[in-house]
């Protein structure tokens, strides 16, 4: 078998005759027998070709997709990736592959969640409904995943003429998005049984998981590869540029990535060309905004007209943590299942015009925190988006008499 290894034709003309064989139900575990056989390692561009071919030579793109998790599973352990460079940190690949462990990790917890709700019948059902609730909310963070993918990486290849790979893969993103969809509306049924669940669990909720997590080897052993092979540097600061407009998974890059001798980009830009931001009563320097939002003693957050996260800011006295993983991301989602309903209503309140502003206030140890939420309108009163701002207010509780001589208190640590 030696001119099979040796031979790059005959290699992929074997592999693409597995993959028919497959098309025509032969068992994945004698095809597996096969390659293990005959091909050992699988130079990854060779798995893309072959891919390519069959789809140009007529295999509906349909069969292609239903055969996806054969190929990667027969494939599995088997695909090169020796000659792949070490990726710098905050590069986009390195974001996706540190993306990909949060979302196995969550996959982990939900899937130890259903194996509680399965093994113990006399579990408080509802309070493990709330915990797979929570972890099918943050797996819905898959989509900026997939779309930093679909809308930002593929374009590149396709530019290269690599296009059915791209069309393959993106074709089971929206049967994993429509899994976690379905998955999340059978978990919020109004007094679901425990029996109903795990029924529902079998045809819906563990495919979801298993999507997510046979979605990483593809990109692990086919596309990066791919990517980082045919993608210039060039590419890559372009898509990392443009990274932060769609968002992050369940992850936000410490460092920002750029190629050596690409300028560096800064708020001080905008100021440079003359970018000024200009308002009825005045105007400022981006730089200056930023200063401004950062120093206020607050907590704010900005959710837009569509529900999704846009803003916060990053001031000194943070009381509520936030990270970049949750731009773009609905508000919904970034709150407990127990007090989504709230949120709810006050979205739908805001939108209506029936309330413009919803206060709270807790106590959080030696703290007490006031939260409040307003609605943002433009003139003609058409609803912009929901403002949120946390406050400690306790150091104003305390307050006694009355301070007119001139005193800075306290110095910052």
């Known amino acids: ?74 494939l599995k352990g088997f695909v090169d990736l020796s000659t792949i460079k070490a990726i710098p940190d905050g590069h ?19 899937a130890e969640t259903l194996e509680k709700i399965e093994n113990d019948p006399d579990g408080g059902l509802q309070t493990l409904l709330f915990e797979l609730q929570g972890h099918f909310n943050d797996l819905l963070d898959v989509d900026k995943h997939y ?15 690599i296009t059915g790979p791209p069309q393959v893969m993106w074709g089971k993103h929206d049967q994993i998005r429509e899994l976690i969809h379905g998955s999340l509306e059978i978990i919020k049924t109004p007094d679901i049984s425990r029996e109903e669940l795990l029924a529902s669990a079998e045809i819906v909720i563990r495919p979801a998981l298993a999507g997510i997590n046979e979605m990483i080897p593809k990109e692990e052993e086919i596309l990066f590869p791919m ?23 369940l992850y936000d890059p410490p460092v920002e990535w750029a190629p050596r001798g690409a300028a560096e980009t800064s708020l001080n830009d905008a100021q440079q060309d003359g970018g000024q931001i200009r308002l009825h009563s005045g105007s400022f320097s981006a730089e200056e905004l930023l200063s401004i939002l950062n120093t206020l003693p607050l907590d704010m957050t900005f959710v837009d007209k569509d529900d999704k996260v846009k803003y916060f800011s990053q001031g000194a006295e943070r009381i509520f943590q936030r990270n970049r993983a ?16 709230i949120v709810d209503k006050i979205i739908e309140d805001f939108k209506s015009g029936e309330q413009s502003r ?40 305390a307050l006694e008499g009355e301070q007119r001589i001139l005193s800075y208190g306290e110095k910052d640590e």
């Open 1 to 74: 078998m030696s001119e099979l290894i040796n031979n790059s034709l005959a290699r992929k003309e074997k592999l693409k005759g597995l993959i028919l064989r497959l098309h025509e139900g032969e068992s994945e575990k004698q095809i597996r027998k096969e390659l293990e056989d005959s091909l050992r390692l699988i130079p990854y561009g060779e798995v893309v070709e072959v891919e390519q071919e069959l789809i140009a030579e007529g295999l509906p793109e349909e069969e292609i997709l239903k055969l996806c998790d054969a190929h990667s599973a027969v």
């Open 92 to 110: 986009p690949i390195d974001v996706f592959r540190k993306e990909n462990l949060e979302l196995q990790k969550v996959t982990a917890k939900t």
């Open 147 to 161: 779309l930093r993918k679909e809308y930002l990486v593929f374009p590149y290849l396709e530019n290269q003429g």
């Open 227 to 249: 990517a980082l092979e045919k993608l210039t540097d060039a590419d890559w600061h372009e898509i990392s540029k443009q990274s932060l407009e769609i968002g992050y998974c």
């Open 326 to 341: 949750i731009l773009n991301r609905d508000v919904r989602n970034c709150h407990p299942p127990a007090s989504a309903h």
């Open 358 to 397: 919803a206060p709270f206030w807790i106590d959080m140890g030696s703290k007490m925190i006031h939260i409040e939420y307003f609605a943002l309108r433009n003139d003609q009163g058409e609803y912009l988006g929901t403002l949120e701002v946390s406050h400690d207010v306790s150091r104003y509780r």
